[in-house]
Nanobody, 122 residues
């Protein structure tokens, strides 16, 4: 019932910034944890960042701490990922997800967007 649509990806040079957005519809957005995951070619989908529904606590994988910031605007049914100081190893398809359980586990999310490509050149 929940639909998620990512936007904001693109091609950027190393050291640059991008802001990803994920717009939700068709469900109770404010009652879900929201997460960002990424998947590079030939690699497993990995956790990037998450924000909880009750208190908006945030979580990050170590490789993006200090560079990425996740936030949510419940009034707009939107979650954001601000990405600064981008590195070539950040290149991947980025997916947003909605769920109500374990924030770091992709298997615990119920809904997924189609993804947006982020490419960082050296």
């Amino acid at each position: 019932q929940v639909q998620l649509v990512e936007s904001g990806g693109g091609l950027v040079q190393a050291g640059g910034s991008l802001r990803l957005s994920c717009a939700a519809s068709g469900g109770t957005f404010s009652r879900y944890h929201m997460g960002w995951f990424r998947q590079a070619p030939g690699k497993e989908r990995e956790f990037v960042a998450a924000i909880t529904w009750r208190t908006s606590n945030t979580y990050y994988t170590d490789s993006v701490k200090g560079r990425f910031t996740i936030s949510r605007d419940n009034a707009k049914n939107t979650v954001y990922l601000q990405m600064n100081s981008l590195k070539p190893e950040d290149t991947a398809v980025y997916y947003c997800a909605a769920g109500g359980s374990t924030v770091r586990d992709p298997g615990k999310y119920d809904y997924w967007g189609q993804g947006t490509q982020v490419t960082v050149s050296s």
